[in-house]
């Protein structure tokens, strides 16, 4: 990890000047991961700016929390001024989700999904949260503050929904008990944790809660959906619309109730786990998987 880290901050100190961006329907991981990137490269003075495009948008479910926890105002970048920069990719390493270019001046991206191959500069593992990855990439060189591990904690808890998935691994838990962090779990999940608002518009619930993958020339596009299980009685219309948006649709639906997460593909049900599974990037191979091998 420490070579690694050391040759990341060696091959940046080439560039003038960076600009540090997450995936344009941002959540905690992708706004904080950015912005302790952007800490840490600027502690070796690296020129770097933490960003957002005009266009970005904050995911419904994760708007509270970044508003709470939020330390810097990121740099907003018009989208018509992208070409004549160089920008750093944080929570992705697929162009189409933030800049929609793939020609574009990228020269690194740290991750923790699947790898697209589309940023030749790609550090990527498959951490609970970015914002772990980065911690463990860089801790033996620069000291992150009790701030800024709560940030990291914050990744971590948003992006398993506070340590209740399958994503959040024993490896992860020992990064995570490593933080020292001063946020309680439970608290904060009493605080922030909210299932998909069924009140709300169902297109606007789709289209806040969708991510497009590239994996294997093939475009997912993925809709996520929290609920318990009273909110099941929803699922064959939000299932049937999301079809109609979207092709080649990867529906998911969290049961908090009973712990279970159903999988549709192209508007059927494709598979049932038996615990939450939030991490795309599983789902996505067990998609492609189950394409060889049935066509589907």
Same mark, same amino acid.
């Given at each position: 990890?420490?070579?690694?880290?050391?040759?990341?901050?060696?091959?940046?100190?080439?560039?003038?000047?960076?600009?540090?961006?997450?995936?344009?329907?941002?959540?905690?991981?992708?706004?904080?991961?950015?912005?302790?990137?952007?800490?840490?490269?600027?502690?070796?003075?690296?020129?770097?700016?933490?960003?957002?495009?005009?266009?970005?948008?904050?995911?419904?479910?994760?708007?509270?929390?970044?508003?709470?926890?939020?330390?810097?105002?990121?740099?907003?970048?018009?989208?018509?001024?992208?070409?004549?920069?160089?920008?750093?990719?944080?929570?992705?390493?697929?162009?189409?989700?933030?800049?929609?270019?793939?020609?574009?001046?990228?020269?690194?991206?740290?991750?923790?999904?699947?790898?697209?191959?589309?940023?030749?500069?790609?550090? =990527?593992? $498959?951490?609970? *949260?970015?914002? +772990?990855? #980065?911690?463990?990439? /860089?801790?033996? @060189?620069?000291? !992150?503050?009790?701030?800024?591990?709560?940030?990291?904690?914050?990744?971590?808890?948003?992006?398993?929904?506070?340590?209740?998935?399958?994503?959040?691994?024993?490896?992860?838990?020992?990064?995570?008990?490593?933080?020292?962090?001063?946020?309680?779990?439970?608290?904060?999940?009493?605080?922030?944790?909210?299932?998909?608002?069924?009140?709300?518009?169902?297109?606007?619930?789709?289209?806040?809660?969708?991510?497009?993958?590239?994996?294997?020339?093939?475009?997912?596009?993925?809709?996520?959906?929290?609920?318990?299980?009273?909110?099941?009685?929803?699922?064959?219309?939000?299932?049937?619309? =999301?079809? $109609?948006?979207? *092709?080649?649709? +990867?529906? #998911?639906?969290?049961? /908090?109730?009973? @712990?279970?997460? !159903?999988?549709?593909?192209?508007?059927?049900?494709?598979?049932?786990?038996?615990?939450?599974?939030?991490?795309?990037?599983?789902?996505?191979?067990?998609?492609?998987?189950?394409?060889?091998?049935?066509?589907?």
């Amino acid at each position: 990890m420490k070579k690694e880290a050391l040759k990341i901050i060696e091959d940046l100190k080439q560039y003038d000047e960076l600009y540090i961006i997450g995936h344009n329907n941002t959540d905690c991981d992708s706004y904080f991961s950015s912005y302790l990137l952007y800490k840490v490269l600027k502690s070796f003075n690296i020129n770097v700016h933490f960003c957002i495009l005009d266009d970005y948008s904050i995911l419904e479910d994760d708007k509270k929390t970044i508003n709470d926890f939020s330390k810097e105002e990121p740099e907003v970048v018009k989208r018509s001024e992208i070409g004549s920069k160089k920008f750093i990719l944080v929570d992705h390493n697929d162009p189409s989700q933030s800049l929609n270019e793939e020609g574009l001046n990228i020269v690194l991206s740290i991750d923790h999904h699947i790898v697209t191959n589309k940023v030749k500069n790609t550090y =990527s593992i $498959e951490y609970t *949260s970015t914002g +772990l990855y #980065i911690y463990d990439l /860089f801790k033996e @060189l620069y000291d !992150f503050s009790l701030e800024e591990r709560d940030l990291i904690a914050i990744t971590v808890m948003t992006d398993s929904c506070f340590l209740t998935t399958s994503r959040f691994k024993e490896s992860d838990k020992v990064l995570f008990n490593e933080l020292n962090t001063s946020l309680d779990v439970n608290e904060t999940k009493k605080k922030y944790f909210r299932i998909t608002d069924f009140s709300l518009d169902m297109d606007f619930n789709i289209t806040n809660n969708h991510k497009v993958y590239h994996v294997d020339d093939l475009e997912i596009n993925r809709v996520m959906i929290k609920g318990y299980t009273e909110e099941k009685k929803y699922m064959d219309e939000y299932v049937k619309r =999301s079809n $109609e948006i979207y *092709s080649n649709n +990867l529906f #998911i639906f969290n049961d /908090f109730e009973k @712990l279970e997460t !159903f999988v549709y593909y192209k508007g059927d049900l494709l598979k049932t786990y038996d615990h939450i599974v939030t991490s795309s990037m599983l789902i996505t191979k067990d998609l492609i998987n189950e394409i060889k091998t049935y066509g589907l």
